[in-house]
């Protein structure tokens, strides 16, 4: 029984079964991070050679050197103190937040030692002790890290390839076994506003997920695989074509090997803006772009580049009325099977523009006859208003901007609402009911026929009712919060 200054004990081997199973290169990153992360380092040098358990050549062991020619460690026992505060928490910048990388890749060695300035800390072999001992030195600039371990040769290769996939900064010469991997230029560079990172706001205090702008570098990928980064860091494989660095802290777990799928999502959206007028056709259908036309961060503009681009100029959606169908395929329409489409997907297409096959649907009078559109010439500006007008508060009421039309050739009604088109009977109405001082009028049709969108082939039922209802209380909560569509003037 006693007592202790410490709260908590840390079992080595404990540690070292978390991080066995971990990718070298993986390991090795940690270190690379430190050092771009260090201020006053321009040189990040890492060798990775085959040895024995002593660290000579051609063993049954890897030995891991990474050398630097900053400042040193500002507290040496930084190298075996788990989770120690550091202002780099402060940063949203800079890698480290956890304080643990180069204590990862010494739980797993065979024995590890660190040079630093003024200070060497070695951690001997279990067979020899294990533990550690500090020395003094007589180094006065850099810190190198070296780490023996037990590992396969043929692990060699894949943590060269990785690590030669890193992008430094522009201060660093970063060389791979006395090699400089070729500088990449970044294909496109985005801004992304308001996009997730962590940072504490000061020594010593958590990390919150906080909100801020950061830079996209985008880059052609180094093979068939794509990554994104943080900073230069690899993180993980992506769907996207593109390596994707992003110049600000990514929330991720201790480990730092992967993002969580809502924020992948919001890169996606991020580089979908910059690349969607540049997809092809099968491009446009990867899984990658449907989960970024499917967030929020993704605007209009972009969702409608990449619906033509998948869709073509020509396309709509399938009717269940089969005569609209063939109608519309005689007219050179690409029919497109609604399910081929996610929901969200679906209805940002419907917004952007794409039309239902009922569209092309046969519109009769009363006695039969087809009805006729209005010729342009005759679309008065009242008109065009009124059109624009109804097609907002589609887009309000009803989540899509329904299609509009001006007829004739019937006169049982005034208007028509079916396939996510409204038809103004303008002989019926006359255009002097399209001006601005009969608004009034003009909003109680519209959302009278917009109330039709959804029901059975009986209109005007006890459901209508519900409908109309529920349009005309949520137009009101608009008006009230200030957001129902103004109305449009020429």
């Not at 390991?27 to 990775?48: G, H």
């Not at 533990?131 to 810190?143: F, L």
Request: net charge negative; proline share 5%; charged share 30%.
């Amino acid at each position: 029984m006693g007592t202790s200054t410490g709260r908590f004990e840390i079992s080595a081997e404990g540690m070292a079964g978390l991080h066995e199973g971990r990718a070298l290169w993986s390991l090795t990153k940690e270190l690379v991070a430190n050092i771009w992360d260090e201020p006053t380092a321009t040189v990040c040098n890492v060798q990775i050679t085959p040895t024995d358990e002593n660290g000579r050549i051609n063993g049954e062991f890897i030995t891991v050197r990474v050398e630097d020619n900053g400042r040193g460690f500002a507290d040496a026992t930084d190298a075996y103190t788990l989770m120690a505060p550091t202002n780099k928490r402060q940063d949203s910048e800079t890698r480290g937040r956890f304080n643990i990388g180069e204590k990862e890749i010494i739980s797993i060695a065979e024995w590890a030692r660190v040079e630093t300035v003024g200070t060497t800390i070695e951690f001997p072999s279990i067979k020899d002790g294990g533990g550690r001992v500090v020395k003094k030195n007589r180094r006065k600039n850099g810190t190198v890290v070296t780490a023996v371990v037990k590992r396969s040769a043929d692990e060699i290769a894949e943590t060269l390839d990785a690590l030669r996939g890193f992008i430094p900064p522009a201060h660093i010469t970063y060389t791979i076994n006395g090699e400089e991997p070729p500088r990449r230029e970044f294909k496109h560079q985005t801004s992304a506003k308001e996009l997730a990172t962590v940072i504490a706001s000061g020594v010593g205090e958590p990390l919150r997920e906080t909100a801020r702008t950061s830079r996209i570098d985008i880059f052609e990928p180094l093979g068939e695989t794509a990554h994104i980064y943080e900073m230069g860091i690899t993180i993980q494989p992506i769907e996207a074509p593109y390596d994707v660095d992003i110049h600000q802290k990514v929330p991720m777990p201790p480990n730092r090997d992967a993002v969580r799928p809502a924020y992948l999502q919001d890169i996606y959206s991020e580089v979908l803006k910059v690349v969607a007028g540049e997809l092809q056709m099968s491009e446009a259908s990867e899984p990658w772009v449907q989960l970024a036309v499917e967030d929020k961060r993704t605007d209009d503009d972009t969702v409608t580049l990449v619906m033509k681009a998948k869709l073509g100029e020509s396309a709509v959606l399938w009717s269940s009325d089969t005569e609209a169908n063939e109608r519309a395929h005689d007219a050179g329409m690409d029919l497109i099977a609604p399910r081929t489409l996610s929901k969200i997907e679906r209805e940002r297409f419907k917004k952007a523009g794409l039309q239902s096959a009922s569209a092309f649907a046969r519109v009769t009078s009363i006695d039969g006859k087809p009805v006729e559109e209005c010729e342009p010439e005759k679309v008065t500006p009242g008109m065009k208003n009124v059109e624009e007008w109804a097609k907002r508060m589609s887009e309000a009421l009803l989540g899509f901007r329904c299609d509009v039309r001006f007829i004739r050739g019937m006169r049982d009604r005034s208007a028509q609402y079916g396939g996510q088109r409204l038809d103004f009977v303008y002989p019926v109405l006359g255009f002097r009911w399209f001006e601005a001082d009969n608004m009034e009028a003009q909003a109680s049709l519209i959302i009278h026929e917009l109330a039709h969108e959804g029901e059975s082939k009986t209109p005007h039922t006890g459901e209508y009712v519900h409908r109309i209802a529920d349009l005309g209380a949520k137009a009101l909560i608009l008006s009230m919060r200030g957001d129902f569509p103004e109305y449009p003037t020429n």
